[in-house]
């Protein structure tokens, strides 16, 4: 590898077998890679785009169609193993993304991407994790003077992509250690994706087997103690439940105090505490929630932003923001794990959609909500149901907690496996 007239670094965490080894290089990425300029021209090659947090996928997949027109012919030729920069910044990667095509032997992707290949004398496989750690992008963002063009593309030349710095071990059997060691963890993260894929696609069928079809009032599948019992009862959601609608006047916000549950936090059933931590101050608890306090065991939807998340109180003395609907459902008539189910409901989750309204973000009003018609057995029915559904959920919450952990755990290694820059 060709040596530049800078000072080595040396990551944090090293296999033994390197410990010996001198600092590593500090190449720019022209020194290490060539562009790719090929055109597609008139090959028949699938348009291709880049997804940030994702990958690459079909235009038509992304865009329902493909957007490449008459520009097709210019759009670069990609192989399988080339990388490619994306212009376009997203919340993941303000300063763009970049990713080797692996999801298609060749592609054609457009023109305003940076493809490049890396060369013989460095492995690729190893810059993977600098650039899923966004660590092209903190080089970037000095050559951003103005942000987006009219184009929603970030003002990055070639020239400037390619002086980005990715510090690199001298010795190609350190590059693909890294590599294989972030490759199998990639792998085991892929495994229990597929697994909680896996299980959501398994409650989603059983739901749609133990709650009755649209214009049916009888489910397909139901308990032997209760394949007699006759069709389910239809009524409005408002008609069989007490609720509280909490639009209005934003609360105050304080470092402490009773935790305040936004529609960030509710997810698909649970109330995740981590992803946001707001909080108001406990003496003005009494004045916002004067609508109606929130209990263990209430279910809450979101009503927007996103619509239709679900989850169940599971703690005392907590606050409920703008866009969330807290419900209980009336004693002996329905029961509050089963009305939970419901929202989570193929059947459910339709209407909500149906009834909604806007282009972009979708919402439905409080008052139109709980005219919704919903179908429920007796009581009894309503606990198996539930108490089917609930092992699955928490089954589900699980494997979500597991692939969360393996995905830290994975960032942690990255920071200490790759240098960092000043």
Known sequence: MSKVNRKGLTPNLRFPEFLSEPGWDLPELEEISDRIQEKAGDSELETISISAGIGFVSQKEKFSRDISGQQYKNYIKLKKGEFAYNKGNSKKFPQGCIYKLK????????????CFRFKPIVVPDFYQGYFESNFHGKQLTKYITSGARMDGLLNISP?????????????????????????????????????????QAHKKGLMQQLFPAEGETVPKLRFPEFQDSGEWVERELGEITSYVDYRGKTPPKSESGAFLVTAKNIRNGYIDYEVSKEYIPLQAYENVMSRGKPKMGDVLITTEAPLGNVATIDVEEIALAQRVIKFRGKKNILENPFLKQTFLSPYFQKKLEKNSTGSTAKGIKGSVLRKLIILFPSPKEQQYISLCLSTLDQQIYEQEKKIESLKSHKKGLLQHLFPQLD
């Open 103 to 114: 999801e298609f032997n060749e592609g054609a992707a457009p023109n305003s991407f940076i």
């Open 159 to 199: 020239d400037n992509f390619f002086k980005i710095i990715l510090p690199t071990p001298s010795k190609k059997e350190e590059q693909q250690k890294i590599a294989d060691c972030l490759s199998s963890l990639d792998e085991l993260i892929q495994a229990e994706t597929e697994r909680l894929d896996a299980l």
